[in-house]
């Protein structure tokens, strides 16, 4: 008989509950472990060698996933095929490697027959389970142990809670990898040059920023507002940059100034000059800085407007916060 709308949602809430409950005990367990596996690999890639993951079934999955990883913050890693490795893929193991083997039980032959293997190679060993007192645990040089009080398959048999607990204490040893490496949004974005990812971590303001007729620039002396408002039309911006006699940003008259200047500088005000009304100095951002960093200052300031400065305090570009969704760093 099919299950009515409100019992479904019932069994999955307690799907959920039930996989928090594992990621609660493994993040309440964890100990000097943990840290003893982070050394390890931070000594391993200082050493100039690799971490090698392998598992067998959903564990294999993970290895995959904890490997990509691993691999995307600079760590250098590979997926071992336990039964392939039996039959020569052993050959991409060097001495000084560092193997992570994944088992919930600890007792998968697969990985008990690596255990020694790996020693003769020379490699140390992880063992990422549930399982602490287990073979494959105690013959490890280190232990990533997770906690998972039950599944949450209602047969007990579909590995769910111990899997998503593994894959969450991976995720957990890569994220605190990446901190204690000092790893910066650069260095990141080395290793994710493609895609939507790529474009929003490479990009520079030079390659957003409005240049030429679009990026509204006059002498801070002799301009009046009049002509600031036409030079801000022309380019279709909301601001326009004033620079002094070296050509170094002075100000910024936007059209939020011009309101108030309409406001406050009398009938006459398109003939004043618009250093009346200006803001000194205004936000600005490196013509060299990343996109993202445009972005974040758009999104604290709340602001519209902002101008890019060469070396030397320059206006050399402009970016309009309307620009920023067309070119999908948002």
């Known amino acids: ?36 596996v982070v050394r390890a690999v931070e000594a ?25 990883t691993l691999n995307s913050i600079g760590v250098p890693s590979c997926f071992l095929d336990a039964t392939q490795a039996l039959h020569g893929d052993l050959g991409l193991c060097a001495a000084g490697d560092l193997t992570i083997l994944l088992s919930n039980s600890g007792a998968t032959e697969e990985m008990l027959r690596l255990l020694p293997l790996f020693e003769k190679f020379g490699l140390k060993t992880i063992a990422l389970t549930g399982a602490p007192n287990s073979e494959l645990a105690r013959g490890a040089d280190h232990r990533l142990v997770y906690s998972v009080p039950r599944e949450a398959c209602p047969l007990a048999l579909a590995p769910t809670a111990s899997t998503t607990a593994a894959l969450a204490l991976g995720d957990a040893l890569a994220m ?8 910066t949004r650069e ?18 303001v030079r390659d957003i920023m409005r240049t030429g007729e679009s990026c509204p620039v006059l002498k801070e002396t002799k301009t009046t507002v009049q002509e600031a408002i036409f030079a801000m039309t022309k380019a279709k911006a909301g601001a326009v940059a004033l620079v002094d006699a070296k050509g170094k940003l002075a100000g910024i008259f936007t059209d939020g100034d011009f309101r108030r200047s309409a406001l406050n500088g009398g009938a006459d005000f398109l003939k004043k000059p618009v250093s009346d009304f200006m803001t000194r100095g205004g936000k600005t951002v490196s013509a060299d800085a990343l996109a993202v960093e445009a972005l974040k200052i758009f999104q604290q300031l709340k602001i519209s407007d902002l101008f890019a400065l060469d070396t030397k305090g320059r206006p050399v570009g402009y970016i309009d916060v309307q620009d920023l969704p067309k070119l999908k760093i948002l």
């Open 1 to 36: 008989m099919p299950l009515d709308s409100a019992t479904l949602l019932a069994k999955a809430r307690n799907c959920l509950t039930i996989e928090r409950e594992a990621l609660e005990a493994t993040a309440g367990a964890l100990g000097e472990d943990f840290v003893a």
């Open 44 to 68: 391993t890639v200082e050493a100039g060698h690799k971490v090698i993951f392998s598992g067998v079934g959903k564990n294999a999955h993970i290895a995959q996933k904890l490997t990509g």
């Open 176 to 183: 605190v990898l990446l901190e204690s490496r000092g790893l």
């Open 187 to 204: 260095d990141f974005a080395k290793y994710h040059p493609a895609g939507t990812l790529g474009m929003t971590l490479l990009l520079r």
